[in-house]
Every structure is written in C-alpha cells, then in structure tokens.
C-alpha cells in the first residue's frame, strides 16, 4: 500500500469574482521512502494541494469539492480536527516556503523546535532542548548549544531553512512535504539543503513530497514527477523517463526552456512557452493548454482529453498521445 494516495481531488475557492477550480481531479500516489516532484507555474495548484493534504486551506472560501487523501490507509478528509492536530507535524511535516514567515520573531529558535516535541512527544521541556540540541546538530548547524537561543533575524537564510527542517523531523515524520524549500538561497546552498534531505531520507526512509519550479533539483532529487497545469495534472512519470521521453506539449515546452550549458553565444535562441496560464474562473470545454500548444487541433478545442496511460508508470493528458496504446485511468 502506498504511504499516501490522492484520488480525484477537487479543490475550489468561492470569489465574489466566481469559483477558481485551483485543482481539478489530481490523482498521485507516494511510496515509502520515495521522493516525488510536483512541477509547474505559479498558481497551478501545487501548494494548494500540498496544504490540502494537511487540511490548512482556510475554509471558507476554500472547500474540497471531491475527493480522497489516503494516508496508510485512513481518509483523512474524514478525520476530526483532533485527529489532524494528531497527524500535523508528527506524522505529516511540511517545509513552507519561506521561513520568516513561518518562524515566529518574538520566540527563540531553541523554543519553536522544542514546542513542537513537547506537543507531539509529550517530553518535558529539558528533555525537549535536550532533542532540540540533536536535531539542529543534525541538520548541520554547528555550535548547536548556543544557536538554540539564537532569534530567527539573528540566521542567514540557510540556517533558516535548516531550522525549519529540523523543526519539520522533530517527530520522525513517515512524509515531508517541501513547499519550494531553496526558494531564495543561493546555489552553493541549494546543493547543502537538497544533499541534507537526501541524506535524511536515506537514514530515516522518509518519504518527500517535493514542490518546485526548478527541473535541475527534480533530476537531481525525485524518483517520480507530477507535472501540473491550471489545476490538473498533465504527465506523471518515473523522472527519469519524463526527461527521456517527455509525452505532454507543456512538458516539452518547460524541457526545452532550460538553458544549455557548452553552447556557443547566440547559437541557440533561449525557448519560451508563448502566451499566458489559463484563468481558473471560467474554464473553457476544450484543452487548457490548448491556447498556448503548438500541436493544437479542432479536438484539442471540444474535449478536455482524459488522463491516459501511454507506457507502464507513464501517464499524460493530451489528444495527440492517444493511441492504441493507451488505456484510460
């Protein structure tokens, strides 16, 4: 079975402007000890779903229209607010994407990680400081002892991410969900974040919901990836085989949009997906994409196609991939 399974979510907000269909009908599923990238442009629905899982989405005006969320088995849109606090931090963690807005300013750090393992552990506050010290040791912050009466403003951004991290495995989570976690840190420190969660995982078999706009870190990181466009998801495959063989046009378009290194200047003219994301209010019959696609035919324009397997593992929505081969999901 696997650690957490999404079946046909449907999350809306309901606007004065109308209803936003942030995501419409996702199905992924997370193994143990896998790390499993969710990619797309901003405001496709990736964060939203990530804090669906947890049932953060203020409500109103969010409301989950359909839907399941399995975790080891249990719906957890079935589970009472208690049941949740219960699972939040302890056995679901997540890393937001910024983490000044996510560390409280008034409080120490020491006293933020320490909350949460006397909350979630029930150990008493000694012993608490006592993890406290470890965790920040292990996530590579160096003299621990006396960081832990450190403020957040007094840290780089690095060290920021790391307490957030430390913060998000103080209760041995079974998954992490990691909201854009090198989001504004420079790339030697990207690298040292990435290659400490790799490490975590490996050690603990944790599982990791990765969310980001960065492909590089995807290649370098999930086993598997979920592409998502205006609130659906549009090609979901080992990643290895999404870069070898990419099925979907917006796939194609964000591969293509990398820059390469090696080449000479000017020998190739940097690629972009033309036109604008589609408006999540009024949701046209055909293809989302269809606007933007450079395959787009008649079809493309009557039908939203359907989520099709093209190869074993390998699943797109898109008509032109309709073939003998494919079998609905």
Do not use: W
């Amino acid at each position: 079975m696997p650690i957490l399974e999404i079946r046909d979510l449907s999350v809306q907000f309901h606007t004065d402007s109308g209803v936003i269909h942030a995501v419409n009908g996702i199905d992924f599923t997370l193994e143990r000890g896998e790390v499993l990238g969710v990619v797309g442009e901003s405001g496709c629905g990736k964060s939203v779903t990530a804090l669906a899982i947890l049932r953060l989405l203020p409500v109103p005006p969010a409301r989950i229209a359909r839907g399941k969320i399995l975790f080891e088995g249990r719906d957890l849109l079935k589970e009472t607010e208690e049941e949740m606090r219960a699972i939040r931090g302890n056995r679901i963690s997540m890393i937001f994407q910024e983490p000044m807005t996510s560390l409280n300013p008034v409080f120490t750090i020491g006293n933020q990680i320490a909350e949460a393992v006397m909350l979630h552990q029930g150990l008493p506050k000694l012993d608490a400081l006592e993890r406290t010290v470890a965790l920040l040791k292990r996530v590579q912050i160096p003299s621990a002892e006396q960081r832990i009466r450190d403020y957040p403003h007094q840290l780089s951004g690095g060290m920021r991410q790391r307490v957030m991290i430390a913060m998000a495995l103080s209760c041995n989570p079974s998954i992490l969900i990691a909201d854009e976690p090198t989001t504004a840190l420079d790339v030697t420190i990207q690298a040292q974040i990435l290659e400490l969660m790799n490490k975590i995982r490996r050690e603990s078999e944790m599982s990791i919901l990765l969310i980001t706009h960065d492909l590089g870190v995807v290649a370098e990181m999930a086993d598997r990836t979920l592409v998502m466009y205006a609130g659906e998801a549009v090609e979901y495959a080992r990643t290895a085989d999404l870069f070898a063989r990419p099925s979907h046009p917006y796939t194609i378009g964000l591969l293509d949009s990398i820059p390469r290194l090696g080449e000479e200047s000017g020998a190739r003219r940097l690629k972009t997906i033309p036109g604008s994301v589609t408006e999540l209010l009024s949701r046209a019959s055909g293809c989302h994409f269809a606007e933007r696609c450079r395959y787009v035919t008649g079809e493309c324009r009557q039908q939203n196609p359907n989520f099709i397997e093209l190869e074993a593992g390998h699943f797109v929505r898109c008509c032109k991939n309709v073939g003998e081969r494919a079998k609905p999901r």
